[in-house]
């Protein structure tokens, strides 16, 4: 199989709206021994970046936080069902831009390592961080023995 092929092939990731689903707010909110962050914590993290990014995208100069306290927002049982909706649909907006638009984020992002990103740039940094953390909520669940999600998944 030529390498074009493995890098395009299509690979089992459970969707984000897929991963969350079945979790109830408690469930959420739950603090696992030894986490730093509950499952809805990281869910806020996620959306505050994801909304963040997409407001650069749009034009919007949001001012980068000076610390990392303003990216991991306070989250409880009671934001789990509004900060799901808001990063799905964060998702939605972001899958609706162009991953190979070369037009660069205006105004630039004020850190030199993101200075130069164009709307592309962004796209693959929220697939990454995304990856990331939904990977920690993919394990929380299995802490907590929420773990597969209603559509199953793999389970090792």
Request: glycine share 6%.
């Amino acid at each position: 199989m030529p390498a074009h092929d493995l890098l395009v092939s299509p690979i089992e990731y459970l969707a984000p709206e897929k991963l969350l689903d079945g979790l109830t707010a408690a469930q959420a909110a739950e603090r696992i021994a030894n986490a730093p962050h509950t499952i809805v914590e990281i869910l806020a993290h996620l959306d505050f970046w994801q909304r963040w990014f997409l407001d650069r995208c749009q034009g919007t100069p949001t001012s980068v936080p000076e610390h990392a306290a303003p990216g991991w927002p306070a989250a409880a049982a009671a934001d789990w069902e509004p900060l799901r909706t808001s990063f799905l649909n964060g998702l939605a907006q972001a899958a609706a831009l162009d991953p190979l638009a070369p037009k660069p984020v205006t105004p630039p992002i004020e850190l030199p390592f993101m200075a130069h990103y164009t709307i592309g740039d962004v796209i693959t940094h929220l697939a990454i961080h995304n990856a990331h953390h939904l990977g920690q909520i993919a394990t929380l669940r299995q802490l907590q023995g929420s773990w597969p999600p209603p559509a199953g998944s793999w389970t090792w």
